[in-house]
C-alpha cells in the first residue's frame, strides 16, 4: 500500500524545504504535520530527510484578509465551506540528512528537493535508521537562523522518545552538552522540556 504524502515542495534549497498540504488532508481534525516531526522527501537524486522547524496556516491569496466569522470549524464547514478553501497550511522542514546508496547520512543533500516533489512522513523504520547514527544533525538545527533550534529539537525528541533506548538519551545529552558548550542553563532548559 502506497503511503499517502503530507505536503508538495513549493520552495527548496539545499538548507531547507517548504510544502504545502494537501487541502483534503486539511478536512481531518489532527494536523498532519506536526513541529519537530522527521519528513522524508524521495527526490530523483536520493531521499532528502527534513524536521518539521515551522508551520503556518494562511490565505492562498496573500492580499486576502482573513475575517473573524464566529462559528466552530466544524459549523464553517457545513455552512461555509468556501471559507476553508480558501486557506492552505505550510511547513518548512530543516533538511538534516539523505541516503547515500543504502545508508542515511546526517549532512545537507549535494542538491535540493525539486519543485513538486512530494512529501511523506518517514516510516519507522527510517526514524530508526535516523537515530542509529551520531547526532550530528543537532548542529545543523542549532545552526539554523530561520527557526527556533531549542523548540525544534525538543519537539523532535519528544515526538520519538518511545524509540530511544537509556544509551541514545544519555548520548543526546552529552551531544547537546557538547555542542551548548557552557550554556547550562539552556542545555538544562532543553532537556527539561524533552523529559517532562
Given at each position: 500500500m502506497k503511503s499517502t504524502h503530507i505536503g508538495e515542495v513549493v520552495r527548496s534549497n539545499t538548507v531547507q524545504f517548504s510544502a504545502v498540504v494537501p487541502q483534503a488532508l486539511l478536512q481531518e481534525t489532527l494536523s498532519p504535520v506536526k513541529l519537530g516531526q522527521l519528513v522524508k522527501v524521495a527526490t530523483a537524486h536520493a531521499a532528502v530527510f527534513g524536521i518539521v522547524s515551522f508551520i503556518e496556516q494562511?490565505?492562498?491569496?496573500?492580499?486576502?484578509q482573513i475575517v473573524p466569522h464566529g462559528k466552530t470549524?466544524?459549523?464553517?464547514?457545513?455552512?461555509?465551506?468556501?471559507?476553508?478553501?480558501?486557506?492552505?497550511?505550510?511547513?518548512?522542514?530543516l533538511t538534516v540528512g539523505f541516503y547515500?546508496?543504502?545508508?542515511i547520512l546526517q549532512a545537507m543533500p549535494p542538491t535540493p528537493p525539486d519543485l513538486h516533489d512530494f512529501v511523506y512522513?518517514?516510516?519507522?523504520?527510517?526514524?530508526?535508521?535516523?537515530?542509529k547514527h551520531p547526532l550530528t544533525f543537532l548542529r545543523l538545527i542549532l545552526q539554523s537562523?530561520?527557526?527556533?533550534?531549542?523548540?525544534?529539537?525538543?519537539?523532535?525528541?519528544?515526538?520519538?522518545?518511545?524509540q530511544l533506548s537509556r544509551q541514545d538519551l544519555i548520548a543526546l545529552g552529552k551531544e547537546l552538552?557538547?555542542?551548548l558548550a557552557d550554556d547550562h542553563r539552556r542545555l538544562e532548559s532543553i532537556l527539561t522540556r524533552i523529559y517532562d
Open positions: 494562511s490565505p492562498i491569496a496573500a492580499h486576502r470549524k466544524e459549523e464553517l464547514r457545513r455552512e461555509m465551506p468556501q471559507v476553508l478553501e480558501l486557506v492552505h497550511t505550510e511547513f518548512t522542514a547515500l546508496g543504502s545508508k512522513h518517514a516510516s519507522h523504520d527510517d526514524v530508526a535508521a535516523f537515530l537562523k530561520d527557526t527556533s533550534p531549542d523548540e525544534v529539537i525538543v519537539a523532535f525528541f519528544r515526538n520519538y522518545q518511545a552538552s557538547y555542542l
